[in-house]
Each structure stands twice: as structure tokens, then as C-alpha cells.
């Protein structure tokens, strides 16, 4: 029993460390999460060389796993975003859902389709013009849809394949990459839309003050928008008026989205640009559910595997990219996506390594006797550590990697699927976004909110989407 209890303290010091490392003396994560691993192999009792093997070993087995995913992955949404098709994708869901659904629309394209683009560029390249959308959607404009960005950006990097936290939780939890995809996607759609439409409840009922919550608007922008439903009605019901001269109406018109409508003529339909990416999700969920049905054939083995099926949506994109914007503009959006990788890839790894040192101190069995498998505590368990990491460091991949990577031992110990793990660790991380954050400040600038209120659009509105996907987990625990 005292041996138990000084493998928990020493885990304790190990993640308390990494903490301090990160925020008080600004040390690289990915260096502050090996210092974390090294310390925690070496006081728990193992030898040196065993330590460095433990911690190497885990990097080299979590990068056989989802290296060359979350590689081809960043690659993929950087072409995409060379080839316009966001801001013209964000253009098409307000001609289809109109305003009042745009929110919505634009959270769940966000959150499971467009996660294959690295995070701050696809909250840089949509907030503007989200942003000058906001008074077509009426009374709170605004916060309704920096709601919607904040709490689908940040959901769709922990649930949706390929996001960079949900592949870095599916390779530390050994969960296949098509599972992930098929139950990821079965809590984010939930989860996104009742957390908007809480919000919007919110919103109706005093939680947003105009003057407080917003600075000024742009210029030619109305900060009310009382009249929404004239500019509405005329333009949403034809679609021989572009999208640029609707927005015109409530002053300016986002940069490319009037001539990406006005030349669509000699521009590739947006289902085109975006047919590899889901083609390549197609591929994965097919694979997770022959695997379920257990049919095994080597042909569709090899094309649904994942790492092929992103190899075919590279491939793809590229060649779509070369026809419509050429050759050097697709060279350098890869030489941009490698540079994103590469960080991604070391955090990611070692994270593995943490998870590896904290399994091989039998911290798992040690847990495992404190629950039992039909119970929820080591679900609300793993959601608090993340939540307390996401809150202490400000990362949402780091608190969801090292929450699943301590208790990863605890599936195998008492029949928990790593299914659940992963999902309640990934809703942890979501807890409490902060101005530790960078995706914080840049919904602040980027949307026209104050301080105040980001931290009601952002910090409360991911908060209650954290709360509401750990519910919509426990749920799915009952049936798996």
C-alpha cells in the first residue's frame, strides 16, 4: 500500500511539474512533458537506461501510429486553404441555411468536415468573414456566431479525425482511427448544437450587453441589426443575386467572397475541391465499419485503411490544386503545412512518452482497484485531470493527451473501452478556454468582442460544450 501511494504522489509531482514548467518559466511544452516523463520513470524506481527506453519508446510508437496522419492531414487542409475554398464553402452555407441557421451550419461544417486545416488558420481565414455576417443573423449576431466558431473550432481538434488532439488520443489510447471518426462523430453533432443553442438562450435573456461585450463595429457596419429580416428575405430567395451584393447591404463586402461568387463560372464547384478530403472520410468510416461487421478482404482493407485513404485526399487535392490556383501555390502551401507538422508531431510524441512511463509504473493497476467497469467515475475522472490541465496550461491537445496517457492502464484493468477515455478526456481538455489561449485572443480581434466578451463566447460557451459532450459520453458508456 505505501509503494501504491508513493507512485501517486510521484505522478502527482510529475504532472504538477509540467505545469509549473510551462507557465511559470515558459518551457516548451514538448520539453517540459519529457523533463515530466524522465522524473517520474526515475523516482518511481526504474533504472535510468529502462527510463530513457520507456520514454523513447513511447515517442516512436505513438508516431507509428499517427505520424504520418497528422502529416498528411496538416498538409491537407494547408492546400485547401491556398485554394479558397473555405471562405467560398462559408459564402454557400448562408445562400443554403440562411441566416438565422448559419450558426449552426457553419459550426457543424467546422467542426467535423474542415478538420483536416490546422486551427488558427481556419479560424484566421473564416472569422472575418463570419464577422461580417453577424448582423444578417439578427438580434446578437455577434456572440451567436463567435459562439458557434469557438465551440466547433475547438470541439472538431478533439473529436473529429483527422484533428490534430483526436489522432494524438486515438494513437495514445491505441482506439483504430475509423472508431474514432464513427464516435467522435456521434457526440460532437450533439454536442455543437445544443451548446449553440444553449448559448443563444443565454444570449436572449440578458447574457450579452452590446456595449460592454462588443468594441465598434467596422466601418459601414450596423451594430444593430433591426431590420435583418428586410435585408434577408429578398436576396435568400434567389440564387441569381450573389452573396457579395447581399452582404453589401450591412456595409462592406468580406474580401473574396464577392468575386469567388461573381466568377463561379470559371471556377471549380466547391464540391469538387473538397471530394478528396470526403472521399478520404468515407473511406475511414467504411473501414471502422467493415471491422465492426468483421468483413476482411484485402482490397478494401488497403483502400479504407487511414493512412492510405489521406494519402488518396493529398493526392487528390494536390492535383485539384494544380488545375485551379498552379503549381507554385500549391508547393508552397505544403511547404507551409510541413512547417505547421512539425511541432504537432513532437507534441504528440511526446505525449506518447508520458503515457508510456505512467503505464509502466503501474499507476493503471493501482487506479483500476479504486473502480469498477460499470461505473462512471473514471470517466468523470479522466474529464476533470483534462479539465484541470486545460485550465493550469492553456492547451487544449497537451491537457487531452497527458489525461488519457495516465489513465490509459485503467481500460485494460477494468474493461473500460479506450473509446470512452479518449471522448471524456477530449471533453475535459475543452473546459474552461482561457486567456492562456491563443484561439482567445484571436476571436477577440478577429470578431469585434471585448475581453468580457470572449470570455462569455468563448470561455462559458466551450465550457458548456465541454459539459454537455462528457454527458452525451456517459450516455454512449451505457451502451458500449
Known amino acids: ?7 501517486i504522489i510521484h505522478t502527482a509531482i510529475a504532472i504538477l511539474g509540467v505545469v509549473v ?20 520513470g526515475l523516482a518511481t524506481g526504474h533504472p535510468p537506461t529502462e527510463t530513457i527506453g520507456t520514454i523513447t519508446g513511447g515517442f516512436g510508437e505513438i508516431m507509428a501510429e499517427v505520424g504520418l496522419l497528422i502529416t ?7 492546400m485547401l486553404s491556398e485554394m479558397n ?20 451550419a457553419m459550426g457543424l461544417t467546422i467542426g467535423t468536415v474542415l478538420q483536416s486545416i490546422f ?10 468573414l463570419a464577422r461580417k455576417m453577424a448582423p444578417l443573423i439578427g438580434k446578437h449576431g455577434t456572440p451567436r456566431i463567435a459562439t458557434a466558431l469557438a465551440i466547433s473550432l475547438e470541439c472538431g481538434i478533439v473529436f473529429m479525425v483527422p484533428g490534430v488532439a483526436a489522432l494524438a488520443l486515438a494513437g495514445v489510447l491505441g482506439v483504430p482511427l475509423g472508431q474514432m471518426l464513427l464516435f467522435g462523430l456521434i457526440v460532437i453533432v450533439p454536442t455543437i448544437v445544443i451548446s449553440i443553442f444553449i448559448m443563444t438562450l443565454l444570449f436572449r435573456v440578458g447574457f450579452w450587453n452590446q456595449k460592454l461585450d462588443e468594441t465598434q463595429p467596422l466601418e ?13 428575405l429578398a436576396p435568400l430567395k434567389t440564387e441569381s443575386i450573389p452573396v457579395g451584393d447581399r452582404l453589401s447591404k450591412v456595409g462592406g463586402v468580406p474580401r473574396g467572397v464577392a468575386v469567388a461568387e461573381r466568377t463561379t463560372t470559371s471556377e471549380p464547384k466547391l464540391i469538387l475541391l473538397f471530394a478528396p478530403l470526403l472521399l478520404c472520410l468515407g473511406l475511414i468510416a467504411t473501414g471502422a465499419i467493415l471491422q465492426i461487421v468483421g468483413v476482411e478482404i484485402d482490397a478494401l482493407v488497403l483502400v479504407t485503411d487511414p493512412v492510405f485513404a489521406l494519402l488518396l485526399a493529398v493526392l487528390g487535392t494536390s492535383i485539384i490544386g494544380r488545375l485551379t490556383v498552379g503549381g507554385k501555390s500549391v508547393e508552397k502551401s505544403v511547404v507551409a503545412g510541413f512547417r505547421e507538422s512539425g511541432q504537432i508531431l513532437i507534441l504528440t510524441g511526446v505525449g506518447g512518452s508520458l503515457a508510456a512511463t505512467v503505464a509502466a509504473t503501474g499507476l493503471g493497476d493501482i487506479l483500476g482497484q479504486a473502480f469498477s467497469a460499470n461505473s462512471f467515475a ?20 497537451i491537457s487531452a493527451i497527458t489525461a488519457a496517457g495516465i489513465l490509459a492502464p485503467i481500460a485494460s484493468v477494468i474493461g473500460l473501452d479506450p473509446i470512452l477515455i479518449a471522448l471524456a478526456a477530449g471533453a475535459g481538455s475543452l473546459f474552461a478556454v482561457h486567456v492562456t489561449s491563443n484561439t482567445f485572443w484571436l476571436l477577440q480581434s478577429l470578431l469585434g468582442q471585448t475581453t468580457r466578451g470572449t470570455l462569455k463566447t468563448c470561455t462559458v460557451g466551450v465550457s458548456v460544450a465541454s459539459v454537455v459532450a462528457l454527458l452525451v459520453t456517459l450516455v454512449l458508456s451505457i451502451f458500449i
Open 1 to 7: 500500500m505505501t509503494s501504491e501511494i508513493i507512485t
Open 21 to 40: 514548467l510551462i507557465t511559470r518559466f515558459r518551457l516548451n511544452p514538448a520539453v517540459a512533458l519529457v523533463i515530466g516523463s524522465l522524473y517520474l
Open 72 to 78: 498528411f492531414g496538416v498538409l491537407l487542409g494547408s
Open 85 to 104: 475554398a473555405i471562405q467560398r464553402l462559408v459564402s454557400h452555407l448562408l445562400r443554403v441555411f440562411g441566416p438565422r441557421g448559419l450558426p449552426y
Open 119 to 128: 486551427l488558427d488558420v481556419l479560424l484566421v481565414i473564416s472569422a472575418p
Open 220 to 232: 459601414g457596419e450596423h451594430a444593430d441589426a433591426s431590420d435583418e429580416p428586410e435585408v434577408q
Open 378 to 397: 473514471p470517466l468523470l475522472i479522466v474529464w476533470a485531470i483534462a479539465a484541470v490541465l486545460h485550465i493550469a496550461v492553456g492547451s487544449v491537445t
